[in-house]
Structure formats: structure tokens, C-alpha cells
């Protein structure tokens, strides 16, 4: 037996509840991990509150991160006793996740846990540290250096927003933090923010071309947010969007893109090739300011997951929530 957050619906109620499961009710798949611990990310929240159409078959253990131990494997990259951790790949969504003691998953999901980050800081990091490593990522392939100007990061205070900030300014870009709490200002600052601006300046809906302002931007926010964010980069400018917070809705003209060149990136998290996920993760161990992580994150166990989820998506968290599976 292990237990797990199990959510299922019926004809007239959605439910999400600590469950104890039997191991052969674990779904297909070719290595079963001994989680050790998880995370708790915007998606998961709306899987367990209902409040987003994530789970796509029930009953669902959400979940789209996990850390832990490999305790058998077909899978001949996989040996028992493997450090391993996974991000994406449905899991939480149409394949049993992360928040749990056990999960059984295809072994070409998984990457080796990197060197330099121990079980705790790997899944502070998580999808959201992920996430704004691989924006990083396609920003520099672009060609963006720090020398070209100021970035701007939306949604500074939540997962992916907080890690872009700190990736950045460890890389030496100058960095633009948009937020909507003034109360995070020190926190920002400490993780390498020059300037921080108010959300609502790019929240309300917009010109089709504003001052030029930033030559990069990191999004996790979308609709009117990335619309505004577009139409105020530079010339030959880059954007990189990774979210919705905001909306799926993009609300915006082509005179970014056609009158001065800015070039609009999209970064999916879910399904990237091996070798690029073990990138970023590798980059991750080794550019991250480790002593960030216990500002960013905080740490909470499996029973206390369901209420937190509400509050997550009210925006009354900052930056990580790291969950310990067996307490």
C-alpha cells in the first residue's frame, strides 16, 4: 500500500482526497520509482481543484513532478537504486503524477537526478525551474546576450517567474520584474531584480505598438499581459512564452512582429527531447544560486497539498512549494 492524492469524478462531483492505493493499481509502464518527494505547480493545482480541464481521464493522481528511487526497471538505462527525476510527459494529467509514494512510468521519460542537487532542492527547482531554464535556453539561441539590454519577467513571484530572475542575473542580464505585490520587492531584489514595475501596467488591454522598452522578455502570464509585452520590445527583440496565468487568449496585432522584428518564442515544457532536458537540468545544477532556493521554496507534506492548492491559485504563494511525500 502507498499513499497518494487521488482525484475522481463523477456524474455531479469532482473530488480530490489522500487515498492509501494497492501497487498493482498503479498504471503501465516499464520503472516504478519510490518517490521521495514532489512538487505542488499551477497545473497540478487546477487538476485538484477542477478548476482547469487538466486531468484528462480518471481517477487521476496529479502530479507533473517527482524526485526519487528507482525500485525495479525493465528498462535497461535504469538499475534499482537509480537517483531519477521527471517532469512532464502527461504525468498528472492522462498518467498517474508525482504526488505519491510510489508511481510506475516509461523509463525514457526519466533523466538521472544531476549531480549537485540533492532530492529537496531538485524538485524546489522543478517544472518551474525547468521551464525558465529552457526560456533561457531558446533566448540565448536566438542569439540574446546580456549586452543587448534589460529583460523583462512577468509573473516574477510565482515559480517560473522567480527562477527567471535569478537565472538571469546570474548570467548578468539586467533584469525587469513585473509583479503584482509590492510586498515582494525585497524578494525580487534578492534574487537579482534591478527593477521592478507593476503588473497592471501590462495587464489591461492595450496599444498594438508601445515604447520600446525591453530587448528580451520571459512570460508566464499570456493574454493581454504577453500582448503588451510584445508590443513594447525592442527592435529585433525576443519573447519567450511559457504560460497562461492570465488567459490562453492572446489579444494582440501582428505590428510587433511585422513593423520592428520581434521574434515570439514558445516554450513547452512537457514534451522535450532527452538531450535537451538533461541540458537544461545539467545547467540548472551548475548556474543556479542554490542559496535562492530556500527564498523561492518552502516545503509542505502530502496532507496538506489539497488546501494549498486553493491558495495557489489565488496567488497567495510565493515562488515553490516542494512536497514531501511520506510526512
Known sequence: MFKAILIDRSNTDYQAEVRNLREEELPDGDVTVRIVRSSLNYKDALAITGKGPVVRSFPMVPGIDLVGV????????????????????????????????????????????????????????????????????????????????????????????????????????????????????????????????????????????????????????????????????????????CGMAQGLDFPASVAPFILRGVRLLGVNSVTQPYIRRKTAWERLSRELHLAHLEDISQEIGLSEVIPAASKLLDGRIRGRIVVDVNN
Not at 161 to 169: M, P, R, T, Y
Not at 187 to 206: C, H, K, N, V
Open 70 to 241: 528507482v525500485e525495479s526497471s525493465g528498462d535497461p538505462a535504469y538499475a534499482p537504486g537509480d537517483q531519477v527525476l521527471l517532469n512532464g510527459w502527461g504525468i498528472g494529467e492522462t498518467h498517474w503524477g508525482g504526488l505519491a509514494q510510489r508511481a510506475r512510468v516509461r523509463g525514457e521519460w526519466l533523466i538521472p537526478l544531476p549531480a549537485g542537487l540533492d532530492d529537496r532542492q531538485a524538485m524546489a527547482v522543478g517544472t518551474a525551474g525547468y521551464t525558465a531554464m529552457l526560456c533561457l535556453m531558446v533566448l540565448e539561441s536566438n542569439g540574446l546576450t546580456p549586452e543587448d539590454g534589460e529583460v523583462l519577467v512577468t509573473g516574477s513571484s510565482g515559480g517560473v517567474g522567480s527562477f527567471a530572475v535569478s537565472l538571469l542575473a546570474r548570467r548578468g542580464y539586467s533584469v525587469i520584474a513585473a509583479t503584482g505585490r509590492p510586498s515582494e520587492a525585497g524578494y525580487l531584489q534578492r534574487l537579482g531584480a534591478g527593477a521592478i514595475i507593476d503588473r497592471a501596467e501590462l495587464s489591461e488591454p492595450g496599444r498594438p505598438l508601445a515604447k520600446e522598452r525591453w530587448a528580451a522578455a520571459i512570460d508566464s502570464v499570456g493574454s493581454h499581459t504577453l500582448a503588451n509585452v510584445c508590443a513594447a520590445t525592442r527592435s529585433e527583440g525576443l519573447v519567450a512564452a
